[in-house]
């Protein structure tokens, strides 16, 4: 009766466990998937819940305020971007391969609108800068992560010559002229509704990687 209780008990800690779990991950996509369609401010709490479908005190045991989520919504989102970069690290070709693949797709999911896999860091950068200090600073975070990929990936190409060198310039220069270049110009095809700010930064950016 003893061992049959505990093994009950250890089942139902689990589960519980796993759940609370879930809820958060349920909560952390269904607010990623509509910031990154509608914006910050445009997006309500009570949205948010029904959408989920999860009660306003679930909401509440894990975040302290729209702010504290939206917060963690960046935090969740460059953490998967890292997943991401590290994917493309994993595969056999040269670090301009790499370079060239990571913003082909970028060039490419920003092309027509945009994919919500995209669409966050470039709405929230322009909506939260001065809005909300703690997101201000997880985005920043979240760019330096990608802008120090991209200078570890030039200096790369440097080494194995794929990627001619320039003079007079650092890797981590180059890496933030190809981040602030390919950001604004996301948030400028946004605003034109067309495609050619995106075609001016990739022809820049492959031209400057020896394409």
């Not at 914006?39 to 479908?53: E, N, P, R, S």
Request: proline letters at 2%; glycine letters at 6%.
């Amino acid at each position: 009766m003893s061992a049959t209780t505990s093994a009950v008990s250890i089942n139902d800690t689990t589960l519980n466990s796993t759940t609370l779990t879930n809820t958060k991950t349920h909560l952390l996509t269904t607010g990623y998937q509509l910031l990154s369609q509608k914006g910050f401010t445009a997006v309500g709490i009570k949205q948010i819940l029904d959408t989920a479908g999860v009660p306003k005190g679930s909401f509440y045991h894990y975040f302290a305020s729209k702010e504290a989520f939206g917060e963690a919504i960046i935090n969740y989102y460059f953490t998967r971007y890292k997943t991401r970069l590290d994917m493309i690290n994993e595969q056999d070709t040269s670090a301009q391969q790499k370079l060239y693949d990571y913003f082909q797709n970028w060039y490419d999911t920003q092309q027509n609108g945009c994919d919500h896999e995209k669409c966050l860091v470039v709405k929230l950068s322009a909506e939260v800068a001065d809005m909300s200090e703690p997101m201000r600073k997880a985005l920043d975070t979240g760019y330096q992560q990608t802008i120090n990929w991209l200078a570890t990936h030039i200096k790369a190409g440097w080494a194995d010559g794929s990627i001619p060198k320039r003079a007079n310039i650092s890797a981590e220069s180059i890496a933030k002229r190809w981040y602030f270049a390919w950001l604004g110009a996301s948030l400028i095809a946004k605003i034109s509704q067309t495609n050619t700010p995106l075609s001016e930064v990739w022809q820049m950016t492959t031209t400057e990687m020896g394409r």
